[in-house]
């Protein structure tokens, strides 16, 4: 069900997003979704969470404790941000998540709860690689990647390949850490 309600945040956007296109959509009996998200707000939420679970997948190469080793670092970020940039289905879903988050407190609190799963595991790893200030670094580089995606994908930018994702990440960690990667 909710790999259906992102696929549908993404081709028709939050207005879109109803139990009964997401009944359709999985395939399901009529109801079914209703069964087990009641309200939109709940319904929301379960998509909210199984998006998160997604994107927390593609980007753990990026942020695992062993990618700690600042050399491969690069690389490794570079391909987690191209797999985000590949499946626009998700990016799209979760920007029309975040603009609804704005006008929805519950979903707020939620959508800045699954946030912290990326920003404080970035924080950590910026810490142990020696960074003067962690936490306006890792601010920093997810805006760097955010901005990126939103660009590739939503605005007018061309989406990057690997190397120029690389090659751009290596320059942003070494600005950051004062060294050269």
Excluded: W
């Excluded at 080793?69 to 797999?83: K, S, T």
């Excluded at 800045?112 to 924080?123: E, K, L, N, S, T």
């Excluded at 910026?126 to 995606?149: C, K, N, T, Y």
Aim: glycine letters at 10%; proline letters at 4%; aromatic letters at 4%.
């Amino acid at each position: 069900m909710a790999d259906a309600a992102i696929t549908l945040l993404a081709e028709r956007g939050m207005r879109g997003l109803t139990h009964r296109a997401v009944d359709e959509a999985a395939g399901l009996p009529p109801g079914s979704t209703s069964n087990l998200a009641r309200t939109r707000a709940a319904l929301l939420e379960l998509t909210l969470s199984r998006l998160t679970e997604l994107e927390l997948r593609a980007l753990a190469g990026a942020y695992g404790a062993e990618s700690y080793e600042l050399g491969g670092l690069p690389a490794r970020m570079a391909g987690a941000l191209h797999l985000q940039l590949k499946d626009r289905r998700r990016t799209l879903a979760r920007y029309e998540l975040a603009l609804e988050a704005t006008r929805r407190p519950e979903l707020r609190t939620i959508y800045d709860q699954a946030g912290r799963r990326f920003r404080d595991p970035a924080v950590a790893m910026l810490a142990a690689l020696g960074s003067p200030e962690p936490v306006r670094h890792a601010r920093s580089l997810v805006a760097f990647g955010e901005g990126l995606m939103f660009d590739a994908i939503a605005g007018a930018g061309a989406v990057p390949d690997r190397d120029e994702l690389e090659t751009a990440l290596r320059e942003l960690l070494a600005g950051m850490l004062g060294s050269h990667l």
